[in-house]
């Protein structure tokens, strides 16, 4: 039996067929619906239930029971019940079509043991893309890679933070060989994570790893920007030496409206006197009440999972709530 899906925002229609998911209907209609990797574990297509009902054959990773309860479901897994009316978060931000480019490595060198600063230099005309959006570099038999513009938009270098893979194809073999001046052919700007300025409300952005990197390209975006809400910053990692970007983050102090950054180690040392455990646990000691923040987190799926229904608890909204699954999202997506 087939079902109608109505969205609210843009008054489109469309029909669901048997054993189809929401996004695969939606896309055969040729109705645009935000989506990414299609496993659900981003949470980019994540859709609100006005009125209906979905099922799941496995209920997905990017959501939770507190997003479900409220209504909320991911298009690339949810197959209808019934008719449904579907609201789509929305934004002012608009996202440039993204295409395939030469660009050329400009710069590799180590942050650390684990990560790759890779600095990527794109034609003279350059790239537009919005602030916490991603790229695939192209392999030279079609496979795809996928990495976080590190570096809010200006000129034509770009910045990257790769992880580093022991034995990986790409980490190790490809990057482990190329030198500067080397070609790559790559496709974007990919992704809607990106800044939602129409909020305006403290934020609170959390982070682990390299999930740093779209978090430093937004925040870089709003250096000296007089319209820049409170910012508080959480990195988690593992060991003092892992904090790859401290200075520089520490850098913006003063930059930012009231910036605080609290660095978070899971494997601290003797000598450390910050903060020890993990992120979503520090921001929990620090905030009894959320309901007023506006709140992104990128990195571990684990730690995005947790943290949505621990902030949830503490009355953190799930309209402002926004989240970039980087390394499932990062490796599934680009397989």
């Not at 650390?112 to 038999?141: F, K, W």
């Not at 934020?203 to 779209?214: F, Q, S, V």
Request: hydrophobic fraction near 40%.
């Amino acid at each position: 039996m087939a079902y109608r899906v109505h969205i609210l925002q843009t008054d489109q229609s469309f029909q669901v067929e048997e054993g189809e998911s929401v996004l695969q209907a939606a896309e055969r209609s040729a109705v645009k619906l935000p989506h990414e990797c299609t496993f659900g574990g981003c949470g980019t297509c994540r859709i609100k239930l006005e009125s209906g009902a979905v099922e799941y054959e496995e209920f997905p990773m990017a959501l939770t029971p507190e997003e479900a309860a409220e209504g909320y479901a991911l298009a690339c897994q949810a197959r209808p019940l019934g008719d449904l009316c579907i609201s789509v978060a929305g934004s002012r931000q608009s996202f440039p079509e993204p295409r395939r480019l030469p660009a050329t490595i400009h710069r590799i060198e180590r942050y650390c043991d684990d990560v790759i600063h890779l600095t990527l230099a794109l034609p003279e005309a350059g790239m537009d893309y919005v602030p916490g959006q991603y790229m695939n570099v192209v392999l030279s038999d079609g496979e795809t890679r996928s990495f976080s513009m590190a570096s809010a938009p200006t000129g034509n270098l770009v910045d990257f933070h790769v992880r580093r893979i022991p034995g990986g194809r790409y980490t190790d073999q490809w990057l482990g060989q190329a030198q500067a001046g080397a070609g790559v052919e790559i496709e974007a700007p990919l992704g809607v994570f990106s800044y939602h300025e129409e909020d305006w409300r403290p934020l609170i952005m959390m982070a682990t790893g390299t999930g740093i990197a779209p978090i430093k390209a937004i925040l870089e975006s709003l250096l000296d920007n007089e319209d820049c809400p409170p910012v508080t910053l959480y990195w988690g990692m593992r060991t003092e030496a892992d904090l790859y970007l401290r200075d520089v983050i520490e850098s913006w102090a003063g930059r930012l409206y009231e910036f605080n950054f609290v660095p978070v180690l899971s494997r601290a040392g003797a000598d450390w006197q910050g903060r020890r455990g993990h992120v979503q646990q520090a921001v929990m000691e620090d905030h009894q009440d959320l309901s007023e923040h506006a709140i992104y987190l990128c990195g571990a799926p684990d730690m995005i999972h947790e943290a949505k229904s621990l902030l949830a608890a503490r009355g953190a909204s799930l309209d402002h709530m926004y989240a970039d699954s980087f390394t499932f999202q990062h490796a599934l997506a680009a397989a």
